[in-house]
């Protein structure tokens, strides 16, 4: 891919030295890797990003964990502090990137006569591009992510953190839902999720220079396709966001259940109360300059999902026992049930990010295999264990289930209103650079156009969150309106369009029936949480 001139506004702290040779080792780097491991070659890309053009950047954030620095919008950043113990970027590069300043325009220009290098679909500055960067220092924003090779393990622990999230505490839910039978759905889920993982990676071979999920539309469907599948993950994530104010509202007012604020004419309860609170509280983060504080924090959302497993066994064991039956199937609510399982396996919009920052790709499907096996046992292992407890009465969260003056139950509860608190900013941070791209170039001031963005963002997650505050049944909506489009038909469509041709009779066939599975479980799914959500509010 032709190398793309970056906005001068552009805002790098680096030193020129420096930028020179990351740059160099950076190449030879990657060469010995490469040379070493024998992983699939990338040649040059023909394509020119358009928008997203930070969405690698925002998705690396996201899903990993870099060193910590610190800074707010439209500020310089402090001093890097030392580097984390996991990944600290899903990018092979040694060279420093920056997200496209939000004065970015939505297309580049072309550098004709760029030597050839390896470039991934979003920005890579150049030495002269960042030095001529440096030379107009103007407060604007950008996210810089330093890049490391990413180890077997660091991928595995990227991939555990960014499957297993919220989506646990309402596999309990989802078996009361669907019954027992229902709870075979969240194993097929997961094997197809698996194979359409592989697809992805297919695709990313099949093509030079693709290394995201909306590169992989772009080579299947243009630039139409590109932004219509950005759209997609983008809402999807800003629904992840909705979520952690309903739930933070929930488990806080199960803490505090006397909470009421009266404000004479608006009185508030103790989820409205705690959904206001949280949402003040998170605010502060999403203006963060600089994501990578919380990002290493977050780190710790695999243990905190561990952990309210193990709270579970704890008072499954000490206290409430596991006597309850259930039922085999429930036929009429199993839509739902559908929705929440496969709202578990929202995680294909990080795996290329992962595949192509891996030192050795070949291990990419260990790294499945394992994520996918981990993140299984532990929502089989919650569903099994919260039914049995509370049977026909589980609610939406187990944590809203378990006795209230029980150690384990606070530990739960905490660990549960602790981790979206390092999340939200990370989660809501790609729809906010996306949008943050769209601003025109001759805003001199464009940082407070970012906090504006932001802080709309927020607010209208909260304003959401209110409207519609049923976190089971907003979980199954977005699990089947775009999880499924996510993770099971769009990999299988990309990948019979980019390798038109080149697929077998049984691959065909197999992508076809995956792509109806979807098609069918999202359709049911999508209307059964509809017609629940519009009971709810009506009721």
Known sequence: MNNSVVSDNSFIIESEEEDDKDYNDGNDSDSSNYSNENPPQRKESSYNPSWPQSYRQSIDLYSSVPSPNIGFLGTSSFSRLSSSFLSTSLTRRHTPEALPSVTKPLIQQQIEDEPPQRRSSHTLLTPSARRSSMLKKDSKVSHEVPSRHCSFGQAVLNGINVLCGVGILSTPYAAKEGGWVGLSILFIFGILSFYTGLLLRSCLDSEPGLETYPDIGQAAFGTAGRIAISIVLYVELYGCCIEYIILEGDNLASLFPNAYLNLGIIELNPKTLFAVIATLAVLPTVWLRDLSVLSYISAGGVIASVLVVLCLLWVGVEEV???????????????????????????????????????????????????????????????????????????????????????????????????????????????????????????????????????????????????????????????????????????????????????????????????????VCSSVGTYSALAAIVKSLSG
């Open 321 to 519: 026992g596991f006597q309850r039956s259930g039922t085999t199937l429930n036929l009429a609510t199993l839509p739902v049930a559908i929705g929440l399982y496969g709202y578990c396996y929202s995680g294909h919009a990080v795996f290329p990010n992962i595949y192509t920052s891996m030192a050795n790709p070949n291990q990419f499907p260990a790294v499945l295999v394992a994520c996918f096996g981990v993140c299984s046992l532990l929502y089989a292992g919650g569903a099994v264990m919260g039914y049995r407890m509370f049977g026909e009465d589980t609610l939406s969260q187990f944590t809203l289930n378990l006795p209230q003056d029980l150690v384990a139950t606070k530990i739960a509860v905490w660990t549960t209103v602790v981790n979206p608190f390092t999340k939200y900013a990370l989660t809501i941070s790609p729809v906010a650079m996306s949008l943050e791209e769209l601003i025109p170039s001759d805003h001199s001031k464009s940082y407070l156009f970012s906090v504006f963005i932001r802080t709309g963002l927020v607010f209208s997650t909260l304003v959401i969150g209110l409207s519609v505050p049923f976190f089971g049944l907003v979980m199954s909506l977005i699990g089947s309106l775009l999880t499924m489009l996510v993770t099971l038909i769009l990999p299988c469509v990309c990948y019979l369009r980019i390798l038109r041709g080149k697929v077998t009779r049984l691959q065909t066939g197999l992508c076809i029936a995956i792509i109806i599975v979807g098609v």
